[in-house]
Nanobody, 124 residues
Framework: VQLQASGGGLAQAGGSLRLSCAVS????????MAWLRQAPGKEREFVAT????????FYTSSVKGRSTISRDNAKNTVYLQMNSLKPEDTAVYYC??????????????????WGQGTQVTVSS
């Protein structure tokens, strides 16, 4: 299973970015998916998670209302739309896939497959 994250880059505060995560090696539809991020000197944290069906989502409080996680199971792809970006959103963003038996989770231990990360830098 391989996850390829893309869409990061440099943005100004108040701007938007759309991250994509393409999954290969298996279909993404059976499992929960997540976006996490890690800023320098900080621990990796969940940004958003989405259930198998897409019907349930979770957002960390700092991005709630500004970000939307979505999935296209036909394309084996998960997205993270981030709006009203802030400098504190600067981090490496990772997508992760849970095991096939996990339909929805905010437990880091359930996520077995990780992408390589994509850098998001927001300037003030």
């Amino acid at each position: 299973v391989q996850l390829q994250a893309s869409g990061g880059g440099l943005a100004q505060a108040g701007g938007s970015l759309r991250l994509s995560c393409a999954v290969s090696g298996r279909t993404v539809s059976p499992a929960a998916m997540a976006w996490l991020r890690q800023a320098p000197g900080k621990e990796r944290e969940f940004v958003a998670t989405i259930s198998r069906s897409g019907g349930s989502t979770f957002y960390t409080s700092s991005v709630k209302g500004r970000s939307t996680i979505s999935r296209d199971n036909a394309k084996n792809t998960v997205y993270l739309q981030m709006n009203s970006l802030k400098p504190e959103d600067t981090a490496v963003y990772y997508c992760a896939a849970a095991s096939l038996s996990t339909s929805y989770s905010q437990n880091l231990k359930d996520y077995n497959y990780w992408g390589q990360g994509t850098q998001v830098t927001v300037s003030s």
